[in-house]
T-cell receptor
Framework: EVQLVESGGGLAQPGKSLRLSCVAS????????MHWVRQVPGKGLEWVSG??????????ADSVKGRFTISRDNPNNSLYLQMNNLRPEDTALYFC??????????????FGQGVQVTVSS | DIQMTQSPSSLSASVGDRVTITCRAS??????LAWFQQKPGKAPKSLIY???RLQTGVPTRFSGSGSGTDFTLTISSLQPEDVATYYC?????????FGGGTKVEIK
């Protein structure tokens, strides 16, 4: 059974940083791209960033480019999102997502339950 | 960026009704279209990828069709457990983008 468990969220002031983590199980982690997708409560879904199985292909939404960094640790089945220079508009529920293939230009196959990030002074 | 426009934004139908949701891309995306179901307070769930390929375990009352810019998700016989918001997503090019969602309720 595929499981994705996110952690690291919380309350941060504007301009500060947070690091999200996601631990995967139930599938061969290094065979798949991984993503972060976020959702403001009551609103739609927004893709944030994706990373290929070997970390050589990485993409970001323009809204986070230059501020967020995605990375993965395949031996430990982990995905990370380093979020710097946070803004109030980054407030959302952040989902870790397993991609449908090796590369990030693909659909989302499975989502974790999400971790809340709130940016406020 | 490719904009994905869903319609309607919400609908109310009776149990057993056939329900159709449309998704239009601002430019051609071939068949690189997926559909997701999100129930209140839950994570999204993948239903369909490649326009019409059902994920394992998804009931066969769900189907997808289309190509290019116009796509549809059809629920052939609406069930109470289908109450949810449905999203389309294109994966033809970055940034990956979603439609705004269609909220499905039971009349």
């Amino acid at each position: 059974e595929v499981q994705l468990v996110e952690s690291g969220g919380g309350l941060a002031q504007p301009g500060k940083s947070l690091r999200l983590s996601c631990v995967a199980s139930g599938f061969t982690y290094d065979d798949f791209a991984m993503h972060w997708v976020r959702q403001v409560p009551g609103k739609g879904l927004e893709w944030v960033s994706g990373i290929s199985w070997h970390s050589k292909d990485i993409a970001y939404a323009d809204s986070v480019k230059g501020r967020f960094t995605i990375s993965r640790d395949n031996p430990n089945n982990s995905l990370y999102l380093q979020m710097n220079n946070l803004r109030p508009e980054d407030t959302a529920l952040y989902f870790c997502s397993k991609g449908g293939g090796w590369l990030p230009l693909f659909y989302f196959h499975f989502f974790g339950q999400g971790v809340q990030v709130t940016v406020s002074s | 960026d490719i904009q994905m426009t869903q319609s309607p934004s919400s609908l109310s139908a009776s149990v057993g009704d056939r329900v159709t949701i449309t998704c239009r891309a601002s430019q051609g995306i071939s068949s690189y279209l997926a559909w997701f179901q999100q129930k209140p307070g839950k994570a999204p769930k993948s239903l369909i990828y490649g326009t019409s390929r059902l994920q394992t375990g998804v009931p066969t009352r769900f189907s997808g069709s289309g190509s290019g810019t116009d796509f549809t998700l059809t629920i052939s016989s609406l069930q109470p457990e289908d109450v949810a918001t449905y999203y389309c997503q294109q994966y033809n090019s970055f940034p990956l983008t979603f439609g705004g969602g269609t909220k499905v309720e039971i009349k």
